[in-house]
């Protein structure tokens, strides 16, 4: 079976009598790895019953646009912001006409509006309405909008008619859900990527540190690693997983991962910097714990750790190297000072006094700063920003040279 590790799917279920095969695609979902929360609509309820998806998803089944349990009532913006995929599964004709119309009128088409993931429809009719030229047209536009369509497939339907219009069976879906996060855009690249706090002793019990929880360096390596890339995870101190198909270098200091990031970054064709690396380490570390003495303070003298994104882009074989520009004021100015600065191919910006995307949080919000212009990316979770991430470095790295 295709692997969906880590990932977080949101199935929608339309009305139709295809809905009771969205039970067993619950748990072929959460067989391949992924994290499932289902959205029903009216319709979908008169055919099979939340209490059925909620006890296979192991989550309570959403079904109300204005939730009066989720913050501020707006359920669909957090569900929007929660996904990696929206896959509606049955899409009946009546959704995939409002999906085109751009309707928010129940909550799984706003959170369709809203969403940053990828949306896929398993459509699932009668041949005839397949068929109809209203649904073909309104085909034609979902697939202008990027929309994926899995199937439908050919056959015998439960109306007795014989065509077009089956919903493919759920290992079909799992598979085809499982291919959009394998783009091998970066096929026969190798990407390194820094992630994680670094430490630095002072002397055999403490040490200077900072709140990076690693968590977006770790889902760019597995983004890098979907899109087909050789990854190689140069990590700080976290209790964060090795993402599938990464190799992973730890190390504790700045120092330490200066040395295996140098040695990494001769041979890749992108170096992207997103630990949260010491500026400054101790002079000199205590052999011994250091004891509290009478004096109400003591003084520790720093030096200055290597820079290593800098180190990096002045290699006379340099990679394509990405910084991160960690700021709590002046967000655009420092990110571009550093592009300039330290020679990078980009910078990723990010404001860390925003508590909603600040350290140890699950999402982000991020301006990607090039020699040109500034392009922003909304607040999404770090999996999906790691993938469009990664998609815009391989258009970057891939494009035919001028």
């Known amino acids: 079976m295709s692997s969906l590790a880590n990932k977080q799917?949101?199935?929608g279920v339309t009305g139709g009598i295809a809905a009771y095969k969205s039970a067993d695609l619950v748990r072929r979902l959460q067989d391949a790895g992924a994290s499932v929360q289902v959205v029903m609509t009216p319709a979908a309820q008169e055919f099979i019953t939340p209490l059925t998806l909620q006890a296979l998803s192991g989550n309570p089944v959403h079904t109300q646009l204005l939730d009066p349990e989720a913050e501020a009532g707006m359920g669909h913006i957090q569900l929007a912001r929660w996904a990696d995929l929206v896959l509606i599964a049955p899409a009946s004709a009546d959704f995939m006409a409002r999906l085109?119309?751009?309707?928010?009128?129940?909550?799984?088409?706003?959170?369709?509006l809203a969403t940053a993931a990828p949306i896929a429809l398993a459509p699932a009719m009668n041949q005839g309405m397949w068929r109809n030229q209203a649904t073909q047209t309104n085909l034609d536009l979902l697939i202008e909008r990027k929309i994926h369509i899995f199937g439908p497939a050919d056959g015998g339907q439960a109306c007795g008619d014989i065509g077009p219009g089956r919903m493919l069976e759920?290992?079909?879906?799992?598979d085809?859900?499982?291919s959009?996060?394998?783009t091998g855009s970066l096929a026969g690249k190798t990407l390194v990527?820094?992630?994680g706090p670094t430490r630095e002793a002072i002397d055999p019990v403490r040490y200077l540190s900072n709140y990076s929880s690693g968590k977006m360096g770790y889902a760019l390596a597995e983004a890098a690693a979907e899109a087909g890339a050789k990854t190689i995870l140069i990590s700080g101190p976290t209790q964060l997983k090795t993402p599938p198909r990464v190799q992973r270098i730890d190390v504790t200091s700045a120092q330490q991962m200066f040395d295996a990031s140098m040695a990494a970054a001769d041979s890749c064709d992108v170096f992207i910097a997103a630990a949260a690396v010491a500026d400054y380490r101790p002079a000199q570390v205590a052999p011994q714990k250091l004891k509290k003495g009478a004096?109400?303070?003591?003084?520790?003298?720093l030096v200055k750790n290597p820079d290593i994104v800098a180190s990096v882009a002045a290699l006379p074989k340099r990679p394509f190297t990405v910084g991160f520009a960690a700021e709590s004021e002046n967000l655009l100015d420092y990110g571009r000072a550093k592009l300039v600065h330290k020679k990078l191919d980009l910078v990723i910006a990010n404001n860390i006094s925003d508590s909603r995307i600040g350290f140890n949080s699950d999402e982000n919000a991020v301006t990607v700063i090039d020699e040109h212009s500034n392009h922003e990316l909304s607040q999404r979770s770090k999996q999906q920003l790691a993938r469009e991430l990664i998609a815009l470095i391989a258009r970057k790295v891939t494009a035919p040279t001028q």
């Open 100 to 112: 085109t119309q751009g309707m928010g009128n129940d909550l799984l088409t706003s959170i369709c």
């Open 170 to 174: 759920p290992l079909q879906l799992v």
């Open 180 to 182: 959009l996060f394998a």
């Open 295 to 301: 004096d109400e303070s003591i003084t520790l003298t």
């Open 176 to 178: 085809a859900a499982a």
């Open 9 to 11: 799917i949101l199935l």
């Open 193 to 195: 990527i820094t992630a």
